[in-house]
């Protein structure tokens, strides 16, 4: 019987990690393996230069500060297996956790950190180029020297692209606001700023169908899906905003959630509707979506567990 079972790694699940084996509650980390199509460790794993965390001025790549956090939350005293967990089982307390290896896990607690991952496009090139001029959140690398000046591209047509493309005109010489519709679905207020701003350009009915270069992104061929005429255009960066998917399939309907499938948490904590089931990070939060707030997150739900075991045990 584990006092705490957390599902998912990150920022949000390893500093979930640290807070609970330092209150001697001995959690168990399930990290995943290439659970939500990245590795160990979330989104953090796939991106190169972190340069908004606090306590590196020089910046720190993301491998290195998941490896760091990591290795923090064994030294804590966590225990941390490196396997996907399939499925669980809420209904009632003890909860089950079922592992790919067939392991089952009982917990009278449990923390849901398993993320959410940014929808791409896989078109040709996509994958050789990712993090080379290819990303999926302008906040995290817009300011990044690599786009600094140069003509960027942002696909989408929702509050979220406009407000990424916003984002990039103070980097960028331009912002292609690209949208395979001849409208936006931004609100009106975003449409007017959009609209508005002289840095941002909009393509209409266009989608990228491959991205060129060796070493990094020089160049989108993109089609005009009304005429579906093939044109190149030069480019220094591309950032998908379509959307992100949580990763919440494995719960299988067990917990409330939202129109769009992340978990709903009570205002001002991490408790979901379920009673002794808990969720931070990215998996629950679909508006900042930042380490540094998936981190927070993940504090307020091991002193949530913390305050529950106390209470209930």
Known sequence: MENVVIIGSGPSGHTAAIYTARANLSPLMYEGLMAGGVAAGGQLTTTTEVENFPGFPQGVTGPELMSAMRAQSLKCGARIKTETVERVDISKRPFKVFADSGEVI?????????????????????????????????????????????VLVVIGGGDTAVEEATHLTKYASKVILMHRRDELRASKAMQKRAFANPRIE????????????????????????????????????????????????????????????????????????????????????????????????????????????????
Not at 117 to 143: F, H, N, Y
Not at 283 to 305: E, N
Request: aromatic residues 8%.
């Open 106 to 150: 009982e917990a009278k607690a449990l923390i849901i950190s398993t993320g959410a991952t940014a929808r791409r496009m896989s078109i040709p090139g996509e994958d050789k180029l990712w993090q080379r001029g290819i990303s999926a959140c302008a906040v995290c690398d817009g300011a990044l020297p690599l786009f600094r000046n140069k």
């Open 202 to 313: 909009i393509m209409w009915s266009t989608v990228p169908v491959e991205a060129m270069g060796e070493k990094f992104l020089t160049g989108l061929r993109v089609k005009n899906v009304k005429t579906e005429s093939l044109s190149d255009i030069p480019c220094s960066g591309l950032f998908y905003a379509i959307g992100h998917v949580p990763n919440t399939a494995f719960l299988e309907g067990q917990i409330d959630l939202d129109e769009i499938g992340y978990i709903k948490t009570k205002p001002g904590t991490t408790e979901t509707n379920v009673f002794g089931v808990f969720a931070c990070g990215d998996v629950q939060d679909k508006k900042y979506r930042q380490a540094v707030t998936a981190a927070g997150s993940g504090c307020m739900a091991a002193l949530d567990v913390e305050r529950f075991l106390n209470e209930h045990e």
